[in-house]
């Protein structure tokens, strides 16, 4: 059974620092990974999508990256606004489209 | 992108009684529709897979008879909380996917609050 795990679970920093959000998954049998970021009672937005066969995914400055075969997956979120406070969850999709998701991780930038 | 329309956004209702939530793809034909559940701080929990035209498949430790899930078009599924409790309480979000290009970017509805008073 999949399982997903992130860390750390909870971060607070001070605006513009670079910052690291790790994913981990059990099974390397995945056919893409999804990085989401979810604001308090709303919905899903859907951040960046990495194919198995991709080591990397970059829009403005979010960078993702994938290790399929170590089971991980690192967001990099470079010079933090108090705007990117939210909540970021992974997920991972294997051969039945199911998302597994992971545990998240709640960020929070203060100015 | 594809769009999921989720509706409602927020309902409270009494103790006992139904809540249907609607999913509508938009622009896609939504083959396949993923139910999940929130509680707070939590992550989401997969309830259930509805294909179109069959039985919805639904995840160990999820009642069936309490949440009836219909997918009678490609466009539309509904998920129905029976005789609801307090303990239903939660967000409640729909996903699917554009069949024309399978295990690419899941598309998600908007979310629905569920308050059960």
């Known amino acids: 059974k999949q399982e997903v795990t992130q860390i750390p679970a909870a971060l607070s920093v001070p605006e513009g620092e670079n910052l690291v959000l790790n994913c981990s998954f059990t099974d390397s049998a995945i056919y893409n990974l999804q990085w989401f970021r979810q604001d308090p009672g709303k919905g899903l937005t859907s951040l960046l999508l990495?194919?198995?066969?991709?080591r990397e995914q970059t829009s403005g400055r979010l960078n993702a990256s994938l290790d399929k075969s170590s089971g991980r997956s690192t967001l990099y979120i470079a010079a933090s606004q108090p705007g990117d406070s939210a909540t970021y969850l992974c997920a991972v999709t294997g051969n039945t489209d199911k998302l597994i998701f992971g545990t998240g991780t709640r960020l929070q930038v203060f100015p | 992108g594809a769009v999921v329309s989720q509706h409602p956004s927020w309902v409270i209702c009494k103790s006992g009684t139904s809540v249907k939530i609607e999913c509508r793809s938009l622009d896609f034909q939504a083959t396949t529709m993923f139910w999940y559940r929130q509680f707070p701080k939590q992550s989401l929990m997969l309830m259930a897979t509805s294909n179109e035209g069959s039985k919805a498949t639904y995840e160990q430790g999820v009642e069936k008879d309490k949440f009836l899930i219909n997918h009678a078009s490609l466009t539309l599924s509904t998920l129905t909380v029976t005789s609801a409790h307090p303990e239903d309480s939660s967000f409640y979000i729909c996903?699917?996917?554009?069949?024309?290009?399978?295990?690419?970017?899941?598309?998600f509805g908007q979310g629905t609050r569920l308050t059960v008073v």
């Open positions: 990495i194919q198995s066969s991709q």
């Open positions: 996903s699917s996917f554009d069949r024309a290009r399978p295990f690419t970017e899941a598309f």
